[in-house]
């Protein structure tokens, strides 16, 4: 079964930088895009940011110029560079895969379980 694991969540003062990565593992498979969305309490999950096999990216408006998505396809990770970071960045954090099983045609979505980003003023 494929894995989402996600690490590099924790608590910051604005203006502080956090990364977050996420590798995904377990059987064969390929995978599509890669992305972050993140939930804020009472809010809904909002894609941050994601980024296609072949490199295109993808930024919620509010952290374009601030935050950076990168992949290693061949280590299946996926990485988010996060500076500047303000108080209302503060969310639950999801790694979000489109993965392919090999033997299957289509790819479906699958998620971390999620890493705390707290930034206080």
């Known amino acids: 079964q494929v894995q989402l694991v996600e690490s590099g969540g924790g608590l910051v003062h604005a203006g502080g930088s956090l990364r977050l990565s996420c590798t995904a593992s377990?059987?064969?498979?390929?995978?599509?895009?890669m992305g972050w969305y993140r939930q804020a309490p009472g809010k809904k999950r909002d894609l941050v940011a994601s980024?296609?096999?072949?490199?295109?990216?993808n930024y919620e408006d509010s952290v374009k110029g601030r935050f950076t998505i990168s992949r290693d396809t061949a280590k299946n990770t996926v990485t988010l560079q996060m500076n500047s970071l303000k108080p209302e960045d503060t969310a639950v954090y999801y790694c979000h895969a489109d993965v392919r099983l090999l033997g299957m045609l289509r790819a479906r979505p699958f998620w971390g379980q999620g890493t705390q980003v707290t930034v206080s003023s």
């Open positions: 980024i296609s096999r072949g490199g295109a990216t």
């Open positions: 377990g059987g064969n498979f390929e995978i599509n895009d």
